[in-house]
């Protein structure tokens, strides 16, 4: 269940907020539509529900808000807008990586991809998807922890009839299994066709909160709107002129002197009031399309609407197309004057339920069998609250488009359509395995294997070009490092690949269905600065090698002998590699961008360094002249195994103006990267 309570946004400078004081509730078992047009809060609503943005207001989630939650993925599957993930991904990949996150076994991806229909597709990058495709993948993301509640941001946009066909028999046997679904939805039609409950929205507020039946009958039909002080009398005449006319004609008295007159027009109803001398303060011919503005029912409050007593449904079987939909219409309408084609007037919905109806039985467990793409998924007969389908006698000329768009499905119902297995996953801070999930996330596209090659091959060629022009030391050489260059290609491509690491989950957020963004976790920091030690060491030693054998092939053994201090150097070269992968990760998760990343690696020799350097070398009262001795001097007696010699080559290494920039970049985005953390989970 979830109940949403003053949800309210922040306003931006003189505007009006976007959403202001929503309230409602999608009870377990019922499929929930939001229902407004463009701009009218639909969207901000969902995001604020699953506070991914700003404002006020709290939305608790079967008791408890999201952020008290230790999952939020077991509780809540969510789709917002099109699938989050890298467009190189393949289908199969990006569910194996959120397998990891969500701590599910990898081969739940397979299952998913079977209900789903998409395990012909599996091996298929993201970007080559169809919309429709696109949609399955979210819904088998949404699914894939067997979440209580799906929370979907218009699920069907983009989709042709056959699939929303589909999309809406999978969110039916969510909630046949006791589940919430809450959708959103511009179309009314659409809604009044599938949900149960709906939520109508309009410039940020409720304006209804009606059950399906209700909301068809006082929102899709067209009518003629009757204000006078006279209605009960005129709605006496209105039905006897219709009996007697053998006109199908339904008159609903609405709240204080209003009439709603459904199968007439405004001349009949005028020249009626006319001659019986009734005066008329309104009438005019509206349509429920248009919004809550074209009804004066909408302004009634959701206790009142949910007071009305609803309709009862059920499925006609055997009749005449127009027939049954002019039934169902009908049924929804439930009002409490109604005169048919016969000519026989009845009093209320419950007195035309004697007519024919269908049962389906509705699912009592799960099956394994499998949906197959496009298989047309009905909405179950039986539904939350025991409401049924009523199948008057009806008109064949009264049939309308907004009449047939509020029917429901047809009644021949098909079984519905498969869920995964459940599954059990212990609560804990999403993701659950960070290791296993990094290395499927950095191994899951190609934008690391191509950065590596392209490092080996710039290094390769600059330090063949250096010996050729001469005057560069050794060290440099092997490196690829130029004197002209604050940083050389490989130090360059490891801050790259750092970068990535971060700026890869804002652009593609992996971990969407979770919270909508990267969850900055210490679990995950440590996993993405682990992975990248790993790559940056590994790169550090394929360029060590490529450019000593390039340097051995085109000049010989005298360029690629290895230097004597071998070991302080190869020391140096690896804490640069790590450094500028560190920093690559630290800054651009900081920022939430990989340019960024990327700059404050090159932001560490070019601006650091000179600052560094004018530090040191400025005048002072007193200097650290012979520190290095007397660190040596005090670790000499107290590291066994010759530990001393490692301190001092760190020693060193932080010594050096790069390596004392870099050391104070890190310190710099490390405690700012956990002071934004700690700042977030206080908030």
């Given at each position: ?11 931006r ?17 019922r ?20 506070e ?43 569910l ?10 990898a ?28 949609r399955?993948?979210g819904?088998?993301c949404a699914?894939?922890t067997?979440?209580?509640t ?22 039916r ?39 399906a ?26 039905t ?44 005019a ?91 047309e ?23 309308t ?38 290395l ?15 490092v ?28 002209q ?67 051995y ?51 560490v ?6 600052v ?25 007696n ?29 310190a ?16």
């Open positions: 269940m979830i109940q949403a309570i003053g949800l309210t946004s922040d306003p400078k003189d505007l009006p907020p976007a959403v202001d004081d929503v309230s409602f509730e999608a009870r377990a078992g499929v929930t539509a939001l229902l407004g047009g463009p701009g009218a809060g639909k969207t901000t609503v969902l995001r604020l529900m699953l991914l943005q700003r404002g006020r207001g709290v939305t608790y989630f079967r008791g408890r808000p999201l952020h008290r939650i230790a999952h939020p993925s077991r509780e809540v599957g969510v789709l917002l807008g099109d699938v989050p993930g890298h467009p190189a991904r393949t289908v199969r990949g990006h194996r990586m959120l397998c990891a996150a969500a701590g599910v076994p081969r739940r991806a397979d299952e998913v991809l079977e209900v789903v229909g998409l395990v012909s597709l599996r091996d298929e990058r993201l970007s080559t998807l169809s919309r429709g495709m696109d399955r993948l819904l088998a699914l894939l067997d979440p209580h799906l929370v979907l941001d218009d699920p069907t946009s983009g989709l042709s009839t056959r699939e929303k066909r589909w999309m809406h028999g999978m969110l046997a969510h909630v046949a299994h006791g589940g919430t679904v809450l959708l959103t939805t511009p179309d009314p039609k659409e809604a009044a066709r599938t949900a149960d409950q709906v939520v109508t929205l309009e410039r940020g507020r409720v304006v209804a909160d009606q059950e039946a209700d909301f068809a009958r006082t929102r899709l039909r067209p009518r003629v709107a009757v204000r006078t002080p006279h209605a009960p009398r005129l709605a006496t005449l209105l006897k002129e219709a009996r007697a006319t053998h006109r199908s004609v339904e008159v609903v008295r609405e709240s204080g002197n209003r009439l709603s007159v459904y199968g007439s027009t405004c001349a009949d109803v005028g020249e009626t009031a006319f001659r019986n001398g009734i005066p008329v303060h309104q009438l011919d509206e349509v429920g399309d248009m919004g809550p503005r074209a009804s004066a029912t909408a302004d009634r409050s959701a206790d009142e609407a949910r007071a009305d007593v609803a309709p009862q449904r059920k499925a006609a079987v055997s009749r005449p197309e127009g027939s049954r939909e002019q039934a169902a219409t009908r049924a929804r309408s439930g009002g409490p004057t109604r005169t048919t084609d016969a000519g026989t007037a009845t009093s209320s919905a419950t007195e035309s339920a004697t007519s024919s109806t269908a049962s389906t039985p509705v699912r009592k467990r799960r099956q394994r069998s499998v949906t197959a793409p496009g298989t998924a009905r909405t179950p007969q039986a539904r939350s609250g025991d409401r049924q389908r009523t199948e008057p006698e009806a008109e064949a000329s009264d049939t488009p907004l009449r047939r768009a509020a029917d429901a499905p047809s009644a021949e119902l098909d079984a519905l359509p498969e869920l995964p297995p459940p599954i059990s996953v212990r609560p804990a801070p999403s993701p659950l395995r960070p290791l296993r999930y990094e499927r996330r950095a191994a899951g596209v190609g934008t690391g294997f191509v950065t590596c090659g392209a080996l091959l710039v290094s390769a060629v600059t330090a063949v070009l250096l010996a050729r022009v001469g005057h560069t030391p050794r060290p440099r050489l092997m490196a690829g490092w130029p004197q260059l604050p940083l050389p290609p490989a130090a360059l491509g490891a801050g790259l690949l750092g970068a990535l690491a971060f700026g890869d989950e804002f652009r593609h957020p992996a971990l969407a269905a979770d919270r909508g963004t990267v969850p900055r976790r210490l679990g995950l920091l440590a996993a993405k600065l682990l992975v990248t030690t790993a790559t940056a060491l590994l790169l550090a030693v394929l360029t060590l090698g490529c450019d000593i054998e390039m340097l092939l085109v000049y010989g053994r005298e360029l690629a002998e290895v230097p004597s201090d071998w070991l302080s150097l190869t020391a140096s070269w690896f804490g640069l590699m790590v450094g500028c992968a560190w920093a690559g990760v630290l800054a651009a998760g900081l920022f939430r961008s990989t340019t960024a990343g990327l700059a404050a690696v090159v932001a020799p070019v601006a650091v360094v000179p560094v350097q004018k530090i040191v070398e400025g005048p002072s009262v007193r200097t650290a002249a012979g520190f290095p001795l007397r660190i040596r001097e005090l670790l000499l107290q590291w066994p195994f010759g530990g001393e010699r490692y301190v001092e080559a760190a020693a060193r290494l932080i010594a050096q103006p790069v390596g004392g920039a870099l050391t104070l970049s890190l710099a985005l490390l405690g700012a990267f956990f002071f934004t953390t700690l700042r977030g989970k206080v908030r």
